[in-house]
């Protein structure tokens, strides 16, 4: 089955009778060397998000690597890695695109559906790589609908928002300014629910906090000790991972309540 231009690969698989659970995305293959180098590049930039290319550079060669910032920074921006502090970076929005402004700063987050956010993250597997993309509420951290593929086109994104909207409607969606976010396949879909848009600030990443908190805990509870082998394991194993995190696994911040549990009593509420 190849992408439509209109249709999402969810849509595809309904009209031809195919379970989506029966697609997958090929992974993208990648050298051993280069894998290596970007489950490296991958764990310290979750604990260092501030690393761009020359300071990530200088780590690796500290852990014995022979690598130069030419390529590192090749493999830093076939991740999807942006720095969060001002300068040069990777998710960048595509020229002509609007760029919304960032609405929630200083803004007390109470309820349910009241902010909705989104992000890609690379996930590096044993023999190549894909891209996570998922829809959190922020007061509830419920992850709304999640899809995977082997790159960071917009298609994907407008997938997994299409999947959240049938759980509710947030008051506030807020991106970074990706050319995935900034597309208008993806803003009209919330201009068309009445969706305040907001976007993080340039080299900003930390603007969207509640997801690059759920990036931690999902490659360092599942994805780094499971070390998928292919698209078709690590889709089966987040399936499970997610049914867990909303479902199961109590949040501090919640009251040791689950994501769920906080999401659906507030919808109701709501």
Not at 43 to 54: A, I, M, V
């Amino acid at each position: 089955m190849k992408p439509h231009p209109r249709y999402s690969i969810r849509r595809q698989c309904r009209l031809a009778g195919v379970a989506r659970s029966g697609y997958y995305y090929a992974p993208v293959p990648e050298s051993e060397k280069n894998l290596k180098l970007k489950r490296m590049i991958d764990e310290r930039y979750l604990r260092q998000p501030d690393y761009g290319s020359p300071r990530m550079t200088d780590w690796l060669r500290e852990k014995g690597n022979v690598v130069n910032p030419k390529r590192v920074t090749r493999l830093m921006r076939t991740m999807g890695l942006q720095v969060i502090t001002p300068g040069p970076h990777t998710s960048k929005p595509f020229k002509g695109h609007h760029i919304y402004p960032y609405l929630l700063r200083g803004t007390g987050i109470d309820h349910v559906n009241q902010v909705w956010s989104t992000d890609i993250t690379y996930i590096p597997m044993q023999k190549g790589f894909m891209f996570l993309t998922a829809v959190i509420d922020w007061y509830s951290r419920f992850v709304l609908a999640w899809e995977l593929s082997n790159s960071m086109e917009s298609r994907t994104c407008v997938s997994a928002l299409d999947r959240a909207l049938t759980l509710g409607t947030p008051e506030i969606f807020n991106t970074d300014q990706g050319a995935q976010f900034t597309s208008n396949e993806f803003t009209c879909v919330l201009q068309g629910k009445g969706i305040a848009i907001s976007m993080d600030g340039r080299g900003r990443a930390l603007d969207n906090v509640y997801v690059e908190r759920l990036w931690w805990t999902v490659k360092y509870e599942d994805v780094y000790p499971k070390g998928y082998a292919d698209g078709l394991e690590l889709y089966k194993g987040l399936e499970k991972y997610f049914r867990y995190y909303n479902e199961e696994r109590g949040h501090s911040s919640l009251d040791k309540r689950t994501p769920a549990e906080v999401f659906r009593e507030g919808a109701r509420q709501h």
